[in-house]
């Protein structure tokens, strides 16, 4: 049953639309279904094949429909509405976890970058679930305030054995000096706009550092049907605008991870 209550508070909402960000440092989920879903991702890292990366296990929801039970959760759902209304569709999915001792790094990037020619308007929150704590030791993710006006940068290629993807906003287009780390305990979560600049270190501590992304758009948002990545919308809550065709949360869909292009953080 959806809920009635605000799970922003004013202040965190405006926050969201003026920084491109927020920490929402309470527990998302409680104890027994944020360990159902921590338990259910250790089994899909430990079953990867040896050519696979923990980083880059994108759109997980396409091959297992049981996601949707987080996914669809209330306790996300509520927090998103109060950040783009009533009526939600899910964007994209995206399990990334860094291993302890060595992992990649994701270069300075816009979502809205690689997502340019998918949507329009380029309106997406993304949920990004802590399902290990995550901090400057254990390669959490670093954002730049108010960095989300244009989203567009100039990029150039980077070394793709040392970065997550193959490309990175060149020098000198944002500073770096102003940019802060989310850190966040197991279970809490943060938000952020697909236009703000963000990027995180390899991880080179003991420590996994594993997260969950949830992305969301307003049900009014246009999918482009042409979209290279073959990109499918879920209607999550609310009235559907007739807009887009939406994909059904009961089914599977593998062949659509054929040729993807990870993204992640």
């Not at 990027?199 to 042409?226: C, E, H, V, W």
């Not at 990545?229 to 869909?253: E, F």
């Amino acid at each position: 049953m959806q809920a009635t209550f605000k799970k922003l508070s004013a202040e965190e909402a405006a926050r969201y639309k003026t920084e491109g960000y927020i920490l929402y440092r309470r527990q998302v989920f409680d104890k027994p279904k944020l360990h159902r879903l921590r338990t259910l991702f250790e089994e899909k890292i430990a079953n990867l094949k040896p050519d696979e990366r923990p980083e880059q296990m994108d759109v997980p929801h396409f091959v297992d429909a049981r996601l949707f039970e987080w996914i669809f959760a209330d306790e996300v759902l509520d927090i998103v509405e109060d950040v783009i209304g009533p009526d939600i569709d899910l964007f994209s999915t995206h399990l990334i976890a860094k291993p302890a001792g060595g992992s990649m790094r994701v270069p300075w990037n816009e979502d809205s970058s690689y997502w340019r020619d998918w949507i329009n308007p380029m309106e997406v929150v993304t949920v990004w679930l802590a399902l290990d704590g995550s901090d400057e030791e254990n390669g959490c993710m670093y954002v730049v305030p108010r960095s989300h006006g244009k989203g567009f940068s100039e990029y150039y290629n980077v070394d793709p054995n040392k970065n997550l993807f193959m490309t990175e906003i060149r020098k000198g287009q944002f500073d770096e000096s102003k940019a802060v780390p989310l850190i966040l305990a197991q279970g809490e979560a943060s938000l952020h706009h697909a236009k703000l600049i963000h990027g995180s270190q390899a991880n080179t501590s003991k420590r996994r550092r594993m997260g969950y992304t949830m992305r969301f758009i307003a049900s009014t948002t246009r999918l482009n049907p042409d979209n290279p990545a073959k990109q499918q919308v879920y209607h999550a809550r609310g009235k559907a605008h007739g807009i887009n065709r939406y994909a059904d949360p009961s089914k599977t869909y593998p062949e659509l991870l054929v040729g993807r292009m990870t993204k992640g953080h």
